[in-house]
């Protein structure tokens, strides 16, 4: 059976890179389901772009975009936040039968080629939710001192609402099964929709069920445990202000208030 792979990538105001981050995309091989070995079959892979109100021509680039194969493209009519876009996506993928999801900028920042790893703990039924983490051993370019410190805090005070050991909660790589990410139940507009989703899913309870199970009728229904979440090593090539960058301090400030909120106050 062929595993349905969604990427989900929120585009805010980035014509200058969005081409060429979804070239990158496609130009990277689906991984393989299963345990990846090489009989195991691709996984099916969409992606859906989002565009979270732009006003600077990434309207028009995601248009050209959406008339190729295996694209998925949504506009907001608005600026709403990244945590909107986001949530769309997810919403799409999850309607149109998307087993697994991968969240994926569209500023080059990251790099597909690691979505294998990110995606191999759930593919081959070990996890649920994946996070990536830029800190643990791979290739970074070194960027701002305080970005990492304020980093550092956040990571702390989230692990320890959410009794998890992760290095880089606002990775924004990650990974999820769709049980997963229906169990969550988000409601984030902005960048706080990272915090919202680690708090989330470290509380939530899944079927203890592999994802191509057959429906269940409810009276057969399969017990429920908690989600299992990995973390996995991805390479970094940060960008400055100047270059457009948008998170500021005001999103740490956030970040803290969504741990209170979700983590503490399961809001």
Sequence with gaps: ???????????????????????RLQ????????????????????????????????REVLDELAREPGIVVHHHP???????AIRTGFGLALAQGAQVVIVHDADMEYDPEDHAGVLRPILDGRADAVIGSRFIGHTHRVLYYWHYQANKVI?????????LNLTDVECCLKAFTAPALR????????????IELIAKVARARVPDAPLDAPAY?????????????????????????????????????????????????GG
């Excluded at 070995?37 to 892979?45: F, G, K």
């Excluded at 090593?233 to 741990?259: F, H, M, N, P």
Aim: with cysteine; hydrophobic share 40%.
């Design 1 to 23: 059976m062929t595993m349905k792979l969604a990427v989900v990538v929120p585009v805010y105001n980035e014509a200058r890179w969005v081409r060429q981050s979804v070239a």
């Design 27 to 58: 130009a990277t091989p689906a991984p393989r389901a299963g345990r990846g070995l090489p009989d195991d079959p691709p996984c099916e892979r969409t992606i859906y772009l989002v565009n979270d109100g732009s006003t600077d021509g990434t």
């Design 78 to 84: 608005a600026n709403r936040g990244k945590g909107a």
């Design 155 to 163: 990571t702390t005070f989230c692990n320890m609402v959410t009794n």
């Design 183 to 194: 169990a969550a139940m988000l409601t984030e507009e902005r960048f706080g929709i990272e």
């Design 217 to 265: 009728p409810a009276t057969a229904a399969p017990p429920l445990r908690r989600v299992r979440v990995y973390e996995v090593a991805v390479s970094y090539a940060g960008r400055t202000y100047e270059e457009g960058k948008k998170i500021g301090w005001q999103d740490g400030v956030a970040a803290l208030w969504c741990i209170v909120k979700h983590g503490l106050l």
